[in-house]
Every structure is written in C-alpha cells, then in structure tokens.
C-alpha cells in the first residue's frame, strides 16, 4: 500500500527561481556599493591610506553640512507643495463620475512622466525667465513693472520639482482614496458633522497610507533630482547631486565624492525608514 502524498501547496515556489535575480542585484548593485564604500575609505585619491578620514572631513565642515540640510530641506518644500496641490487632484478624480472626466484628469497628471526630464527642465527654464511666460503675463496685467527673478531662485527650484514630481504624489492617493467607501462620509454627514469635520476625522485618517506612500516616493525623488536642481537653480545654488558631481569630476576628488555620496545614501535611508514606519502606523489607524 503507498502511502498517502503530501498536499501540494500552491504558494510554494523553488528559491532557484531567485537565482538570476539575486545574481543581477550582487553584480550590478552590491558590488557597485561596495566598491563606492571602499573608494570613501581611501584617506587620498592616491589610496596610500585608509580610514575614515573623508567622512570626517565632510562632517566637520559647516559649507559641507549646510549642503546636506539644504538638500533635505528642498525635499521636504517640494513634498508638501505636492501634498497641497496633488491632495485635491486625486479628490477630483475620486469623486468625477464621468469616465472621460477622469481620463483626462489622470492624462494631465501622467504627462510629465511621458515627457523626457530635461524637455520639462527647460520648459520650465522659459516658463521662469526674465522674458517667460509667467513675467510676460505680470507686466501685461500691471501687477509688476519690472521683470521677477524667478529663475535661480528657491522658489524656481521648488516650483519645477513640484511639478515634475507631482505624479508620484497623485498616484498613490488616488489609490487610497478610491478605497474608501463613499457612504462614510454620508454617514458622518447624517450623523451631524460637516464637510471638514468629515474630512479630518473620516476621510484624512483611512487616505493616511497614501499619503505617506505619496510623501516617500516625492521625497525621495525630489533630493535625488540632479538636472532639474542643476538647471533650475544654476550655479548659484548647490545642492548634493551637484556637489558630488562636482567632487568627482570637477576636482578629481573621488574619495571625497564617494564619502559624500554614502552619507547622502545613509541620509535617504533614514528619511525612507522613518516613512516607512510612518505607514504602519497609518495603515494601522485607517484599520480601527
């Protein structure tokens, strides 16, 4: 008599099939990382010496350091620029019951991904100029007399990013809030309350993971974005993809570059785990 076989569980899967991926991860991106930690290592670009003397040189110097507050600083503009004006996008395109509607409102939204960073760049750098679109407009109306400097600005640098990151903010929005049942918010409007209270206390709470979906990803990109801070903000401002690049290429100094770069990786990671926990969290508020 056989005995009888074991039942085959469906969502099991052989960890050989993981091979060829693992494979591509080791050799184009661990090896790469290590090499980079390895190179930071070097105490001179001749690598006569080892140590952690980049890092101390990156992390006792105040220009140094305000590049790096700087960068994180703009992140956190171009996040909340997008959590202000992306919030009620992905409410518009919940909430439109005509399909059609809806289909233009997530082709405005997707646009800037079909578009190539730098023809967006440089949209915005004649959009933002002396000559542009928005001071043509001013002087027209009579609100200035004489042309803005938008352009190399702060508030030039922040602009573009919002919009050029402002996709990966709608998305997952638009995801949480497609989630919600509608008839919450009848209830909560039978019950007495009104539309802000709706929204903070019914709404805003079960659309949390989103957000914080949303916030990560636009953070993360915006930090990381070299041509659009390079060009927005010329060389009058710098930020750490410029100031990395300007280590490695501009002065040879390799060593230093890459000590740079791995404390702005350990910087990102940090801000991404602290979302990251931020989501769970959420996710376990929108649950009770």
Do not use: E
């Amino acid at each position: 008599m056989q005995p009888p076989r074991k039942p085959i569980d469906i969502a099991a899967y052989d960890l050989r099939l993981a091979l060829p991926l693992g494979a591509f991860f080791v050799v184009f991106f661990l090896t790469p990382l290590l090499v980079l930690l390895t190179l930071s290592l070097q105490s001179d670009p001749k690598g006569t010496a080892y140590g952690l003397h980049q890092y101390a040189a990156f992390l006792g110097d105040r220009f140094s350091l305000g590049v790096l507050a700087a960068t994180l600083w703009l992140g956190v503009k171009v996040t909340l620029l997008c959590l202000v004006f992306g919030f009620p996008i992905a409410w518009l395109h919940v909430r439109t019951r005509s399909s059609a509607a809806r289909g233009v409102i997530m082709l405005i939204v997707l646009l800037p991904l079909l578009t190539s960073v730098v023809v967006r760049t440089f949209a915005w750098i004649v959009i933002l100029g002396r000559q542009g679109i928005v001071n043509a407009t001013l002087l027209q109306l009579g609100v200035i007399d004489a042309p803005l400097r938008l352009l190399y600005t702060d508030v030039g640098v922040v602009t573009a990013l919002a919009q050029v990151q402002m996709p990966l903010m709608v998305l997952p929005l638009t995801t949480a809030l497609a989630r919600i049942d509608p008839n919450l918010s009848d209830a909560s409007a039978a019950l007495g309350a009104g539309a802000w209270r709706t929204f903070f206390r019914v709404i805003l709470p079960l659309s949390l993971p989103g957000v914080i979906a949303g916030c990560m990803l636009t953070y993360a990109a915006a930090i990381t974005a070299f041509i659009t801070q390079s060009l927005i903000g010329g060389g009058q401002m710098l930020f750490m993809p410029m100031y990395i690049y300007q280590q490695a290429s501009t002065l040879q100094n390799w060593p230093f570059a890459s000590a740079i770069s791995i404390i702005f990786l350990v910087a990102v990671l940090l801000v991404v785990t602290l979302f990251t926990k931020l989501g769970r969290l959420s996710r376990g508020c929108a649950d009770a």
